[in-house]
């Protein structure tokens, strides 16, 4: 299968016996950057894929924009590699916080923001939606089900946003953050209401992820995988439910259980 996701590349495979030709399917990563105003802000590495969705979203996390309708233009070169991006309201002064080190509490609760431009995003949830333990199950396997790149290759991960009847939308890209940034770019792309949303993830549930979780605005996330420290202070001061290990029999819930109920 040749796609924007993936590649065929000729390998050599040792299966224990003997060496064997063949062709396997491997994660295209490239390079965007990100020209804002006419400025370089930023260059990612990649899945080209929903592009227009990752420069969006991106945008939103770092605080650049709050709405889809701050954006004047935006055009993608994906041949080059770039993404020229012009606001309505011209930001230069954004370019002194992005991804500058912050010091500082977060909800007044003693934990810390690493960065500047989280302070601006990041989200108190305070949704009563609630799910129980067979939502968690099903959803965590329909991501998994509808995986097929990561089946192919092993080489991405995959975010999906859910209400408890099963996936509203997925997406796939070599970094968890971009698939986390396409999630966010769609919403606001297409103005969707977030009130009755949880965010299912294939990877760990990192400080990084959890924050975007909360710029999304999404009060559960759900992940077959591990948390951090950082994630769960987080989590619990911003009022995210995080659950990881989703696994066939069971799984752990990390922060603000009353979300899960039997």
Do not use: W
Request: aromatic residues 8%.
């Amino acid at each position: 299968m040749l796609n924007e996701i993936t590649t065929s590349q000729h390998i050599v495979k040792y299966n224990g016996l003997t060496f064997i030709e063949e062709e396997d399917n491997i994660a295209v990563e490239s390079a965007l950057t990100i020209i804002l105003d006419g400025e370089e802000f930023a260059t990612m590495v990649c899945t080209p894929s929903k592009l227009k969705e990752l420069v969006v979203g991106f945008l939103a996390s770092e605080g650049v924009i709050r709405v889809f309708q701050d954006i004047l233009s935006i055009q993608i070169d994906e041949g080059k590699g770039f993404a020229y991006v012009e606001l309505v309201k011209k930001q230069s002064n954004q370019k002194n916080f992005h991804s500058k080190r912050f010091i500082g509490s977060c909800c007044g609760k003693g934990r810390q923001f690493y960065f500047h431009n989280d302070v601006m995003t990041a989200k108190t949830i305070l949704t009563k939606l609630t799910i129980t333990p067979e939502h968690c199950h099903q959803l965590m396997t329909q991501l998994q089900e509808s995986s097929v790149e990561f089946q192919e290759t092993g080489g991405v991960h995959n975010a999906a946003l859910c209400t408890k009847d099963g996936i509203v939308i997925s997406r796939t890209d070599i970094g968890r953050h971009n698939a986390l940034d396409k999630l966010f770019g769609y919403c606001l792309i297409h103005k969707i209401s977030l009130k009755d949303k949880i965010l299912a993830f294939s990877g760990r549930i990192s400080s990084e992820v959890l924050l975007k979780a909360a710029k999304i605005g999404v009060g559960i996330i759900l992940s077959k995988s591990a948390p951090t420290n950082l994630a769960l202070s987080l989590a619990e001061d911003l009022g995210i439910t995080a659950v990881g290990f989703i696994r066939r029999r069971g799984f752990n819930v990390y922060t603000h259980q009353e979300r899960i109920q039997g």
